[in-house]
């Protein structure tokens, strides 16, 4: 089934790398397994990210213990012109080049420009790499190579039949991609809670003043019949248009309207199933509860049910929920093209609703539907 969430998995396997150059050999140190690398901050020209390399010793099927990096700790690393404090980086290993022996053979490092932007792909053999020790377990990669052979060696280029998905650059897209969601996630929650902050304060405040004017009405009222007229000024006070801004309904219509402020409705006739994939799915009170992983469509080619991934965070925890294609209302951003799907259900009928299951779903059932 189609997903729109993104896995990055790192490489687990540890590889047995040849000795970056001979005056290195001797400074290679084990890491037990359960402990953790120190986290090691740039230095000289470097950016902020770790620029360290971490050997530890890992157990394989060979009887014997083997030493050795990650390639996912490999590349993304930066590459520095010498082992002087204050450095310059020449760049980053956006990819490795495995030979058929397991060796590396080469690195494929993206050099010059600033933030990515500009810089060229160059294969660089991984003899013309050192290692620096700078703690314990902990190295930072060095190399004799100028800045002059990388501005003038020919540009990497990828394989056709290699998927650029598979590319570092790709990778990174995808992260930044799940952060800027949460984000947004987080910042609509933060704005949601200070407008429902603001109007509660609004509505305590006018009923205070309502209370405070009918109280001043009610002492200056004569005394009619005993209290009576006291006793109706008092009554009016707690009256419920008193209150009547914190009605349920009030803030309904509220939410509906900053939800509705920047988007617009789309006959659903007129979209492809597909558009849908994606698309963030919100309850009846204008809670965000999922996102369309997939659709339904029965015989006539209509869709049938939107396959929901409700609950969970960034993919963790969720489930699959069908629901009836009759309960939603499909929306489009007014300056943009995002999709968003409305359901006259609520969050907690769809956190009890049962996990779509293809195999017993197959028609015979109508999805989740409003009670």
């Known amino acids: 089934m189609l997903r729109k969430i993104l896995t990055t998995t790192a490489l687990v396997t540890a590889l047995t790398v040849p000795a970056f150059a001979a005056d290195n050999a001797a400074t290679t140190k084990t890491m037990d397994e359960t402990t953790q690398a120190p986290a090691a901050q740039a230095t000289g020209s470097a950016q902020e990210k770790d620029p360290s390399l971490y050997m530890f010793e890992v157990h394989t099927l060979a009887e014997d213990a083997t030493q050795g990096y990650l390639a996912s700790n490999l590349i993304g690393k930066y590459v520095y012109a010498s082992e002087a404090e204050d450095a310059d980086s020449l760049g980053d290993i956006n990819d490795i080049v495995i030979g058929q022996d397991g060796t590396i053979q080469a690195v494929i490092l993206g050099a010059g420009g600033f933030l990515g932007v500009g810089e060229k792909d160059v294969a660089l053999d991984f003899d013309r790499l050192a290692m620096q020790e700078t703690g314990d377990s902990e190295f930072r990669i060095v190399s004799d190579v100028t800045k002059a ?26 992260i930044d991609n799940v952060t800027t969601s949460a984000s947004k996630a987080y910042d609509d929650a933060t704005k949601s809670t200070e407008e429902a902050y603001d109007s509660a304060a609004a509505s305590i405040e006018q009923t205070g003043d309502n209370v405070e004017q009918k109280t001043d009405e009610m002492a200056a009222a004569p005394v ?17 248009e008193a209150t009547d801004e914190l009605n349920p309904a009030n803030d309904q219509a509220s939410a509906e309207a900053n939800w509705m402020e920047d988007k617009v409705a789309v006959e659903s006739g007129t979209l492809e199933a597909d558009e849908l994939i994606g698309a ?49 209302r499909i929306y489009r951003e007014k300056d943009g093209d995002d999709l968003y799907v409305k359901t006259s259900i609520t969050e907690e009928a769809l956190d009890n609703a049962p996990e779509y299951d293809e195999d017993t779903y197959s028609g015979s059932a109508t999805g989740v539907k409003a009670q």
């Open 224 to 240: 009619v019949d005993g209290d009576v007229q006291a006793d109706e000024v008092r009554e009016e006070a707690m009256a419920p």
């Open 149 to 174: 052979e990388l501005e003038g060696a020919a540009e990497y280029e990828r394989p056709d039949y290699v998927p650029e998905w598979m590319s570092l650059a790709a990778i990174n897209d995808g």
């Open 280 to 328: 963030s799915v919100y309850d009846v009170a204008y809670n965000s509860v999922g996102e369309v992983g997939d659709v339904l469509l029965n015989a006539d080619g209509q869709i049938e049910a939107a396959i929901v991934d409700a609950g969970g965070f960034l993919g963790l925890g969720e489930k699959e929920v069908a629901i009836d294609f009759s309960e939603v």
